[in-house]
């Protein structure tokens, strides 16, 4: 089976403009979460998304969001950059049940500039 | 909220050797699961081993196997005959039941010297 895909894989975005990160899971997996690294912050939890529903959401700022599509893949969107939200964010995807492994894409770094 | 705690930000070990990794994590909960997760200079993040917190034995892969301590809410990494291959970032992660949305600790960096 292919693994998580995520496109594009590097990104340089101006502050005020936004951006949207795409993911495909594996096949079968209905299951997609969102997390953000930096180096100050770690790994962080954005949202999960569940047969075309955010299931869970992290603390993160309403300039972040995003979407499932009816084959599971996944686009997430930040509005209006700001230069720290500059970092690697990563795609996961998992089977039906909560609490499944979770399989990691090969993330997407963003920079704003 | 769930917080996870690896206190050893930096590792060394000898190839061949055997090293663990610490980390302890508090939660209020009684059903969960744990996860060590590596991640390598490419930055993709590679399952290495799951715990579930209703099993009392010990999760195992290979060369690496865990120790779960549940009442001491401790879970540690063992890595055998470590190899080259094994230097990386290595992160526990805990997960529970309302979804699939995993808490991290902030990393141990394992570097082996050949």
């Known amino acids: 089976k292919a693994g998580v895909t995520q496109t594009p894989r590097y990104l340089i975005k101006t502050r005020g403009q936004q951006v949207t990160l795409s993911c495909s899971p594996i096949?079968?997996?209905?299951?997609v979460s969102w997390y953000q690294q930096t180096p100050g912050q770690g790994l962080q939890f954005l949202f999960e998304?569940?047969?075309?529903?955010?299931?869970n959401k992290g603390n993160f700022p309403g300039r972040f969001s995003g979407r499932q599509f009816s084959n599971s893949r996944s686009e997430m969107n930040v509005s209006t950059l700001e230069l720290g939200d500059s970092a690697l964010y990563l795609c996961?995807?998992?089977?039906?049940?909560?609490?499944?492994?979770?399989?990691f894409g090969p993330g997407t770094r963003l920079l704003v500039l | 909220a769930q917080t996870v705690t690896q206190s050893q930000p930096e590792m060394s070990v000898q190839e061949a050797e055997t090293v663990t990794l610490s980390c302890t994590y508090d939660t209020s909960e009684s059903d969960y699961y744990l996860f060590w997760y590596k991640q390598p200079p490419s930055r993709q993040m590679i399952l290495v081993i799951r715990?579930?917190?209703?099993?009392?034995q010990n999760a195992t892969e290979n060369r690496f196997s865990v120790n779960f301590q549940k009442a001491a809410k401790s879970f540690s990494l063992k890595i055998s005959d470590s190899q080259l291959g094994d230097a990386a970032m290595y992160f526990c992660?805990?997960?529970?039941?309302?979804?699939?949305?995993?808490?991290f600790g902030g990393g141990t960096r394992l570097m082996v010297k050949p």
């Open positions: 996961a995807s998992s089977l039906t049940a909560p609490a499944e492994t979770q399989y």
């Open positions: 096949s079968g997996h209905r299951s």
């Open positions: 715990q579930e917190a209703y099993k009392q």
């Open positions: 992660a805990y997960g529970h039941n309302a979804g699939n949305m995993l808490t």
């Open positions: 998304y569940f047969s075309e529903t955010q299931r």
